[in-house]
Nanobody, 118 residues
Framework: QEQLVESGGGSVQVGGSLRLSCAAS????????MTWVRQAPGKEVEWVAE????????YYATSVKGRFTASRNNAKNLLTLQMDNLKPEDTAIYYC???????????WGQGTQVTVSS
């Protein structure tokens, strides 16, 4: 069964850090573009970071560039999103999806809540 499971969310203060993980099962993440997206209350889904299929390129949304770092561990079939210098506007549910940032995605995780308070 193909599945994505996110973890690592929580509540932090402004300037804090969190590390999210996305564990994949049933398929090899190395064969796919994988994207982190988020959805804040009342807002549309926003892509955050994409790791392309080969893993050689990582793209970041302007809003997180320089603060977030995405990575992929093919051996563990795991994605991570290191989030530093968090801001209140980073508050959202974070999801990983299989697919590029421009696609609807063919598989989504259940999401993990990130809350940043001032």
């Amino acid at each position: 069964q193909e599945q994505l499971v996110e973890s690592g969310g929580g509540s932090v203060q402004v300037g804090g850090s969190l590390r999210l993980s996305c564990a994949a099962s049933g398929f090899p993440v190395r064969d796919y573009a994988m994207t982190w997206v988020r959805q804040a209350p009342g807002k549309e889904v926003e892509w955050v970071a994409e790791i392309n299929g080969g893993g050689a390129k990582i793209y970041y949304a302007t809003s997180v560039k320089g603060r977030f770092t995405a990575s992929r561990n093919n051996a563990k079939n795991l994605l991570t999103l290191q989030m530093d210098n968090l801001k209140p506007e980073d508050t959202a549910i974070y999801y990983c999806k299989r697919g590029s940032r421009d696609s609807r995605g063919t598989l989504w995780g259940q999401g993990t809540q990130v809350t940043v308070s001032s």
